[in-house]
Every structure is written in C-alpha cells, then in structure tokens.
C-alpha cells in the first residue's frame, strides 16, 4: 500500500481545518472585506461538513466554487483599475488552500494543504511585521510541524512527545539563525519593491491649514511618530517636529509653493558615525508611520537626515521623500539651532512672497499699520501681536465659534477663541500687514517621553502650526503665538486644553500602573521596529566595530557558521566516545533510533527480545528482517566476544541494519497501529 494514498481519518481531517484557520485569522487584518467574507464562509462550509461527518463536494462543484472565486476576484481587479495587488495575491492562494482542503481525502493532499499553509504565514508579513505577528507566526509554524509529524507517522500519536523533539530542533537553528541575521549582508537598498494596491486614506496633517485642519487631529490618539534621542528628554520648548511651511493666503485657507518645492535637492546626509553629544546639535531617529504622504518630520533645525529616507529638501528647509510613505519608515535625522546656521540674505522673489496678503481684513491691517508706524524694529512689532493675543480675553479652545468672510478680523475682535491654527494664521497675517516677511509652519509640538523605551511617542493629537518672522542677522525665527495665549499647550501639551474631546487622550496619559505598562508595551514595539524590522547594513557594520571585528561581513559570517557547525557536530563525538569503542552497541542505537522514527519506541527496560516482538508486530513487512538484526544482536552482545570478533561481527550487523531500513520503506505498519504483546 502506498502510504501516500492513504484515506484520512476524521480527526486529521479537524487538525488540517484547525491548522488553516489558525494561519489566516491574522489575514482579515489586510484583505478587501469581500474577500475575508468570502474565506469566512469557506471556511464556514468546510467546518459543518467536518462537523456533520458528511461528504466532501464532488470536483463539478469546487469547481462553480473556484469560478465563483475568480469572479469575485475579476470584480475586485476592476474596481481597483485593473491592478492585482498583494492584498488580493494573498487572498487568491488562501481561497484555493480552502478548496484543497474541500477535496482532501488521502494522505498527499493533506501533506499539499500543510506546505501551502507555510507560504500563507510568509504571505502575512508582505503587509505589515508587528512582533506580535512573529510570536504568532513561531506558535503557528510549531503546531504545523506537530500535525505533520502526525500525519506522516500516525502510530507515533501518544508514543513521542512532539514538544520537546520541536523544542530541540528550534535550539539546534536557533544560533544559525541569528547568525545569519546578524552578519548575512544586506544592501544599502532593496533590489526590488513589492507590488502595491491602491493607497489607503491619508493620516495626520496635510499640505493645507485652514480654521479647524489641525483641531479636527487633536482627539486622535492614534501614534504618527516615535522619535529616539539616545533617551534623552528634552525641553518641551524645543520639541517642534516640522513638516510643511505655508505661504500662500487666500483669506480662508494658507497653502505650500509648489514652485518652491520644485526647487529641491538631495538632503545632506547623517555621516554613519554620529556625534550625539555634540554642542551644535542634536541626532535622533524617526520612526515614522504611514501617512501616504510625501512630507518627513524633523526636530526644528533639520540639517541632515540618513540616506535610507531617500529625500530631498526644499530651500525653506522642508525635507520630503520621493515616493509616498505607504509602509513604516525609519530614518536618522540631525538637527542644529538656528543660530548654528550661517544667515543668508533674504532674496526679493521671497521676500515678495513673505508680505503678500489678499484683501480684506481692515481691522487688522490698520491695527498693523499702528505697530508698524510705532515700532521701527521688526521684532517690537511681533512682541506687540504677542501682547495682543496675551492681554485680549483670547480663549484656546478646540470648539471655536464659526468665522465670517473676514476670518481674521472675525477673530481678532469678534470671536477670540480658537486653536492654534488660528492665532498661527492671523500672527502671520498681522506680521505681514505690519511689513515684516512671515509664514506659517505645520507639524507636531511636544510629545510623551517613554522612560521605558527612552524615546517620544507623538500622536496626531500633537498636531500644531506656529509662525516664522524674518529678522536681520537671525533669519527665519520661530515665534509660537499659541505660547502667548496657553503656554500650558507648550508645557504640558494637548492636556491643556479642558474640552471634552480629549478625555480619552488624557486618560490615555493618566499616571499609574497601567500607564507603565503601555509604556512597557510601546517599548517593545519601538524596539522591534528599531533593531529587527529596520536593521540595515549600517547598523551591521556598527555592530562589528563595536566587537572590534573591522568592516568585513563575509568573512566573520563565514568562521561564524563554521564554528556553529563544530559546535553541532561535537554531540556526535561526545556520544561515540562514550560508547567506548563498542561497534556492536552503536549499530544496535542506531537500529533502536530507527525504529523510534518509525514510531515504535524502545521503552526503558526493554529487552531486544521483546522491543523485536513489537516492532515486528507494527511492521509485519519487516519482521523477519528485524527478527535477524536481534538474532545476530544477542548473538554477539551475550557470546564470547574479541575485538577482532567484534569489528567483523559489527560489519555484519550493519548490513541486516540495512536489509531492516529497506523492509521498512517497503512496508507500512498495521493499520489499527494495535502492537502485539
């Protein structure tokens, strides 16, 4: 009989359904609803066939169901334009792995269903690799290996202990395969990028400010950025994270020059030996979300950031990728303060671009008319709009009152409450109206320190805008109007404010334990992201000089693996010499060891007379083969033994050890896997 055809039984038939279903929840998590439904319901038609012990469908019906499935999918690449991406690759091989069970009878099929499932677990990480998914992924590939033991060898079911033999082999690959993580070389940059579907909705800010953009982020808690400083916690002042800067009012809505962003050349880059203690500056690294967006978020002065961003940055200092960033990225920055940077003269096409307002507003100009009339220095001006915002009952609220036409006006002396896109706006209008050149700036401000982790969790709720005011021998300088009016947003962040949107936010960030925990818990994440998800050639390289190993990848990986396998083949050495040199007593191991394998495991205590007896009762093939290798056993173990009696009695049994081998690939055990005593 054909061990490979052999039928299943009713529960390997559970195990198999059990196995794929463990292997695609994580998928619901990626793939277009239509098609999880879909597989839910498969799934939901296999299980009540097994549950009802009922017939599989015959091969006319799976395949109306496999064209049922193309359709679906045919419908899915049209509505997407006619693309097929990753998302619905992987949701085709899952469909079909479903049908494959929906006809699996004999041992082949299911053993076709068990290696199918090993590529579904590599298809979860094309879309994302949270580490909870390798924990998943090791559990899940475990319990594979476990079925496949059985499936293979079911007279093995209550005589090993599958735990301990896969435990033993995940310790045996284990130091290979952190060898191979750490030294095997890897590129600056991928060879190839996997295929992407149709881009999902954006998140955080975007590339315009108008009343309520940044104030309609503020009760997300949803992460936009981690920001590691080498666990240092910074002043809360200078926490700027700066993104865009606007200069064009239309008086409702400020925008970004794309002329002047065509103006962009390749960043400088952060030399590969950083100096994070330096005097002029600061390093970091960003862990930057997907936002599908092209803008990148540095700490205010951005001066370089790490090659692995691909960026390009803008005269204004703006620093973007070249693509969207539709996946997790991670890059390094450096940042100095403004007054480390050499002050360049203001060109007129800027400055031009710095004073021009719409019309309207009168109020307001004439309020920076008198400013402009009264104080001849352009920061006097800017410290009487901030006196303005400080003495005027202005209120920060994240519900503001609706505006007018004259949205400046209307809010300078009508309604007075608002957020900060609104004093960042009319600042930047008052300045302007008052002659000095200004523009608005988007980003996030603040951050929560993680102690555990030593980075800065920033959250769409650190949304904010500020303004910069052109000042001679400074330049562009920052001035945060939102400071004047609530200094606690600066201090203590979105928790200034006392409206009931944020309760959730500030819950989040309550003290206590379950704080420490969260905090615990992003730690984690950070780090996997950090040192397993991005860890590049660069940080290979950093590894070595530290062990003092030099910049050679190849050759310590090579001496690497061969020590590991010196290491793995000194057990084998230990075991034959302990055997002391007894040729007999290794052949009769290595036949007990092969009849383990097989299933049939010598108990302790066991005589060969009696272990025989039962393995010829599980393998009638290879009886008498087995009966022979015991006969000539006992023959030699108990006779009058020599050495030179010895060595060619070993040479003997080795070949009834492989007249045993060869019954056994012949035969196949009882099939009621009973054993006679």
Same mark, same amino acid.
């Given at each position: 009989?054909?061990?490979?055809?052999?039928?299943?039984?009713?529960?390997?038939?559970?195990?198999?359904?059990?196995?794929?279903?463990?292997?695609?929840?994580?998928?619901?998590?990626?793939?277009?609803?239509?098609?999880?439904?879909?597989?839910?319901?498969?799934?939901?038609?296999?299980?009540?066939?097994?549950?009802?012990?009922?017939?599989?469908? #015959?091969?006319?019906?799976?395949?109306?169901?496999?064209?049922?499935?193309?359709?679906?999918?045919?419908?899915?690449?049209?509505?997407? $334009?006619?693309?097929?991406?990753?998302?619905? %690759?992987?949701?085709?091989?899952?469909?079909?792995?479903?049908?494959?069970?929906?006809?699996?009878?004999?041992?082949? =099929?299911?053993?076709?269903?068990?290696?199918?499932?090993f590529y579904l677990l590599l298809g979860l990480y094309l879309f994302d690799?949270?580490?909870?998914?390798?924990?998943?992924?090791?559990?899940?590939?475990?319990?594979?290996?476990?079925?496949?033991?059985?499936?293979?060898?079911?007279?093995?079911?209550?005589?090993?202990?599958?735990?301990?033999?896969?435990?033993?082999?995940?310790?045996?690959?284990?130091?290979?395969?952190?060898?191979?993580?750490?030294?095997?070389?890897?590129?600056?940059?991928?060879?190839?990028?996997?295929?992407?579907?149709?881009? #999902?909705?954006?998140?955080?800010?975007?590339?315009?400010? %108008?009343?309520?953009?940044?104030?309609?982020?503020?009760?997300?808690?949803?992460?936009?950025?981690?920001?590691?400083?080498? $666990?240092?916690?910074?002043?809360?002042?200078?926490?700027?994270?700066?993104?865009?800067?606007?200069?064009?009012?239309?008086?409702?809505?400020?925008?970004?020059?794309?002329?002047?962003?065509?103006?962009?050349?390749?960043?400088?880059?952060?030399?590969?030996?950083?100096?994070?203690?330096?005097?002029?500056?600061?390093?970091?690294?960003?862990?930057?979300?997907?936002?599908?967006?092209?803008?990148?978020?540095?700490? =205010?002065?951005?001066?370089?950031?790490?090659?692995?961003?691909? &960026?390009?940055?803008?005269?204004?200092?703006?620093?973007?990728?070249?693509?969207? !960033?539709?996946q997790r990225l991670l890059y390094r920055a450096r940042s100095a303060p403004?007054?480390?940077?050499?002050?360049?003269?203001?060109?007129?096409?800027?400055?031009?671009?710095?004073?021009?307002?719409?019309?309207?507003?009168?109020?307001?100009?004439?309020?920076?008319?008198?400013?402009?009339?009264?104080?001849?220095?352009?920061?006097?001006?800017?410290?009487?709009?901030?006196?303005?915002?400080?003495?005027?009952?202005?209120?920060?609220?994240? %519900?503001?009152?609706?505006?007018? %036409?004259?949205?400046?006006?209307?809010?300078?002396?009508?309604?007075?409450?608002?957020?900060?896109?609104?004093?960042?706006?009319?600042?930047?209008?008052? @300045?302007?109206?008052?002659?000095?050149?200004?523009?608005?700036?988007?980003?996030?401000?603040?951050?929560?320190?993680?102690?555990?982790?030593?980075?800065?969790?920033?959250?769409?709720?650190?949304?904010?805008?500020?303004?910069?005011?052109?000042?001679?021998?400074?330049?562009? !300088?920052?001035?945060?109007?939102?400071?004047?009016?609530?200094?606690?947003?600066?201090?203590?962040?979105?928790?200034?404010?006392?409206?009931?949107?944020?309760?959730?936010?500030?819950?989040?960030?309550?003290?206590?334990?379950?704080?420490?925990?969260?905090?615990? @818990?992003?730690?984690?994440?950070?780090?996997?992201? /950090?040192?397993?998800?991005?860890?590049?050639?660069? @940080?290979?390289?950093?590894?070595?000089?530290? &062990?003092?190993?030099?910049?050679?990848?190849?050759?310590?990986?090579?001496?690497?693996?061969?020590?590991?396998?010196?290491?793995? @083949?000194?057990?084998?050495?230990?075991? /034959?010499?302990?055997?002391?040199?007894?040729?007999?007593?290794?052949?009769?191991?290595?036949?007990?060891?092969?009849?383990?394998?097989?299933?049939?495991?010598?108990?302790?205590?066991? $005589?060969?007379?009696?272990? &025989?007896?039962?393995?010829?009762?599980?393998?009638?093939?290879?009886?008498?083969?087995?009966?022979?290798?015991?006969?000539?056993?006992?023959?030699?173990?108990?006779?009058?033994?020599?050495?030179?009696?010895?060595?060619?009695?070993?040479?003997?049994?080795?070949? #009834?050890?492989?007249?045993?081998?060869?019954?056994?690939?012949?035969?196949?055990?009882?099939?009621?896997?009973?054993?006679?005593?």
């Amino acid at each position: 009989m054909n061990a490979q055809a052999r039928a299943l039984d009713h529960a390997e038939h559970g195990m198999l359904l059990a196995q794929l279903a463990l292997v695609l929840a994580p998928l619901a998590r990626a793939l277009p609803y239509t098609f999880s439904l879909l597989l839910a319901m498969l799934m939901l038609w296999r299980w009540l066939l097994w549950r009802q012990h009922a017939a599989l469908p #015959s091969r006319a019906m799976l395949g109306v169901v496999a064209t049922m499935v193309l359709a679906v999918a045919g419908l899915l690449v049209w509505q997407a $334009g006619g693309q097929i991406g990753r998302e619905l %690759s992987v949701a085709l091989l899952g469909a079909f792995v479903i049908l494959k069970l929906l006809e699996c009878r004999a041992l082949a =099929d299911a053993t076709l269903v068990t290696q199918l499932c090993f590529y579904l677990l590599l298809g979860l990480y094309l879309f994302d690799q949270p580490f909870w998914l390798a924990i998943h992924t090791v559990a899940a590939a475990a319990w594979i290996l476990r079925n496949w033991l059985f499936l293979q060898h079911p007279q093995a079911r209550g005589r090993i202990a599958p735990w301990p033999l896969l435990g033993r082999m995940v310790a045996g690959a284990l130091p290979w395969a952190l060898v191979l993580f750490l030294l095997f070389p890897r590129l600056e940059r991928p060879l190839w990028r996997l295929p992407q579907s149709a881009p #999902s909705a954006s998140t955080g800010i975007g590339d315009t400010m %108008s009343p309520g953009s940044v104030g309609r982020l503020t009760p997300s808690t949803q992460i936009a950025l981690r920001a590691d400083t080498g $666990g240092r916690a910074l002043p809360r002042g200078e926490l700027y994270w700066r993104a865009l800067v606007l200069w064009q009012f239309d008086g409702g809505t400020w925008r970004t020059v794309p002329a002047r962003q065509a103006r962009m050349r390749p960043a400088p880059a952060v030399p590969d030996e950083t100096a994070g203690g330096a005097a002029a500056g600061i390093d970091y690294t960003i862990t930057l979300e997907p936002t599908q967006r092209q803008w990148l978020f540095l700490l =205010d002065r951005g001066q370089a950031i790490g090659q692995q961003a691909d &960026a390009m940055v803008s005269p204004d200092g703006e620093f973007l990728a070249r693509t969207p !960033v539709g996946q997790r990225l991670l890059y390094r920055a450096r940042s100095a303060p403004a007054a480390a940077e050499a002050v360049e003269p203001l060109d007129p096409q800027t400055r031009q671009l710095a004073l021009r307002l719409p019309a309207g507003n009168p109020r307001a100009r004439a309020l920076a008319a008198q400013w402009a009339e009264r104080h001849p220095e352009p920061a006097d001006r800017a410290r009487a709009a901030l006196a303005l915002f400080a003495a005027a009952p202005f209120a920060y609220t994240l %519900s503001p009152p609706p505006l007018g %036409s004259e949205q400046i006006d209307g809010f300078l002396f009508g309604t007075r409450r608002g957020f900060c896109e609104h004093y960042a706006g009319s600042f930047v209008f008052l @300045m302007r109206a008052a002659g000095v050149p200004a523009r608005a700036v988007i980003g996030y401000q603040g951050g929560e320190f993680n102690p555990v982790g030593g980075h800065y969790i920033v959250r769409q709720a650190d949304a904010h805008a500020w303004a910069e005011i052109w000042l001679e021998n400074r330049g562009w !300088v920052r001035v945060d109007p939102t400071h004047a009016v609530a200094p606690g947003r600066i201090e203590r962040g979105i928790d200034a404010l006392h409206d009931g949107e944020i309760a959730a936010l500030r819950e989040a960030r309550r003290p206590g334990w379950l704080r420490d925990v969260r905090w615990g @818990m992003d730690g984690m994440v950070h780090h996997w992201h /950090r040192w397993v998800l991005q860890y590049d050639h660069r @940080m290979q390289l950093q590894l070595l000089r530290q &062990a003092g190993l030099g910049g050679n990848l190849l050759p310590v990986m090579l001496a690497s693996m061969a020590l590991l396998a010196a290491l793995a @083949m000194l057990p084998l050495l230990l075991r /034959r010499r302990a055997r002391g040199g007894d040729p007999v007593r290794a052949v009769y191991a290595s036949f007990a060891q092969m009849l383990a394998r097989h299933g049939c495991v010598r108990a302790p205590g066991e $005589g060969p007379c009696d272990f &025989a007896r039962r393995a010829a009762a599980m393998y009638p093939a290879a009886a008498d083969a087995v009966q022979a290798f015991t006969e000539q056993y006992i023959a030699l173990r108990y006779g009058n033994r020599s050495a030179h009696a010895d060595k060619a009695g070993a040479s003997g049994l080795r070949r #009834s050890l492989a007249r045993v081998r060869g019954a056994l690939r012949r035969g196949a055990p009882r099939a009621d896997g009973n054993e006679s005593r």
